[in-house]
């Protein structure tokens, strides 16, 4: 079974991430979920973006990357929207890594190196029309195009993020669908 740092999205460690997580770990999955916000969370994106605003992206990214520290290699790194940013990091650059699974965003490869790392498994997933993934999408095809361990998983609609049970963009069908992905490609790592 992997062991998973996973990372919350805008609006924080939310029950829906939690949920997710919970699920991962009835499949025998371990999984962590630190906490970017201290607690706090947010009823919608604009309110979470104003918080990272003022806390700093770098400094969130930073909390993200520090919540690796203790913790052995070997891990499989995973984030909801703004936390790929640390996920995607980690997974490029700590030794060690077993996979990435990138939800609801992906960066450009280049910001964290020159190229992904060999061999390394990565899953992106989003849906094909959320306005805040179309700006990361050239940077998931890229990805994707880049080695033969890269899966793209592109889902009808434009919620953001819809594997978030206790969000209003909720997709079900979706949801349920991403997460039979996520936990083959957590059983093959």
Known sequence: MAEVLLFHHVQGLTEGVLAFADTLRETGHTVHTPDLFDGRTFATIEQGLAHVQETGFDAVRLRGVAAADGLAPGLVYAGFSLG??????????????RGALLLHSCLPVSEFGGAWPEGLPVQVHAKESDEFFLEDLPAAQQLAASTPSAELFL?????HLFTDSSLPAYDPAAAALLLDRVCAFLAAV
Not at 86 to 93: E, M, R, V, W
Not at 155 to 159: A, L, M, N, Q, R
């Open 84 to 97: 790929v940013i640390p996920a995607q990091q980690l997974a490029q650059t700590r030794p060690g890594a």
């Open 155 to 159: 889902y009808p609609g434009d919620e």
